[in-house]
């Protein structure tokens, strides 16, 4: 597979947060010093880091290039990853988090929501929005999803597209009812891919109907693809990444209508593995092929023309 990188401004999230003027006292419910406060996300511009990370909600074909941005109403989560709320009702531990709404189409939008923080809290970033959950006393988890894809660059940005970032609250002033926060990094999980085949006798191009994605070689996971990932959060962004949860059956995407070319989210490999690709066409032929290819974090790979053999 031909990789190719591809470059984004990483996001600025000016991020305004609407509040009531809620006070730490017994309607609250807190007794630990955070609060509702209206907070404003803003990029580090300090921090040091590459620019190649898929950190938009739509995503545009531009030939060789993929272009990026959010729209309106595109939805965030956050994660107060420093405070743990404990329901004594239900006996569990659960992080506090909220929705986050982008207020504009732009490359860089600003965001909407309600955030209960203090000075020092660091809150997790994730889009798309998804649910936290606590599996220890201080790591919060969340599953991301590869099941369910149709080949679509629409449906891959808007719920495939995913991506977790971290800001730190570094102020807030309880009589203003205003708190500040700065985003070191906003990076994508996993690795957007477009694809398209040829038979390897004709070279006519194939209009995919069915992909299926399997690994190949010798290793444990022959045969199959993981369904779904875990990813653990961390006030280090750099430290997080998607984790592989087993599973025993390929991936499968279903592409309607057929298409030539086929846009999936995969998880980065970390070291060349073998993929096997079965297709099937609009007019019912079984296509298939191996090929080696390493999978990055962040990147954009256009496999353009993968030649696979007529098994009918």
């Known amino acids: 597979m031909k990789h190719l990188y591809y470059s984004f401004l990483f996001v600025t999230l000016a991020t305004f947060f609407s509040c009531s003027s809620t ?30 990370g898929l950190t938009r909600a739509l995503l545009f074909d531009e030939g060789n290039t993929l272009s ?18 404990y329901d004594v009702s239900h006996n569990m531990e659960y992080p506090t988090q909220g929705n986050l709404a982008a207020l504009s189409n732009s490359a860089t939008s600003q965001f909407a929501g309600d955030v209960i923080c ?11 929005s998804t649910t936290f959950d606590y599996e220890t006393a201080d790591a919060a988890s969340y599953v991301i999803s590869l099941e369910g894809q149709d080949g679509s660059l629409s449906t ?65 996971d022959k045969n199959t ?23 025993n059956k390929p991936l499968t995407i279903d592409v309607t209508p057929a298409a030539e070319e086929v846009y999936v989210s995969l998880l980065p490999t970390g070291l060349r593995r073998i993929f096997r690709f079965t297709v099937t066409s609009h007019d019912g032929h079984t296509y298939s092929g191996t090929f080696r290819a390493t999978l990055n974090e962040g990147e954009c790979v256009m496999a353009n023309g993968l030649p696979l053999s007529n098994s009918n």
């Open 23 to 52: 006070e730490d006292d017994d309607a609250s419910g807190f007794d630990d010093g955070r609060r509702v406060y209206h907070l404003t996300v803003a990029d580090d511009a300090d921090a040091t880091r590459a620019d190649d």
């Open 68 to 85: 990026a941005t959010w729209e309106k109403d595109d939805r965030l989560t956050y994660c107060n990853i420093s405070r743990i709320y």
């Open 118 to 128: 203090k000075t020092t809290d660091y809150l997790a970033l994730a889009y798309p």
């Open 156 to 220: 891959l940005a808007r719920s495939f597209n995913y991506q977790y970032g971290v800001a730190e609250v570094i102020s807030a002033d309880p009589d203003a009812n205003m708190a500040n926060a700065k985003l070191a990094m906003m990076k994508s999980l996993l690795t957007v891919c477009r694809f398209s085949f040829v038979d390897a006798e004709s070279n006519q191009a194939i209009m995919v109907k069915t992909l299926e994605i399997e690994y190949g070689g010798d290793g444990s």
């Open 225 to 247: 693809y993981p369904q779904t990932a875990a990813v653990i959060t961390s006030t280090d962004s750099s430290t997080v990444h998607a984790s592989a949860i087993d599973s």
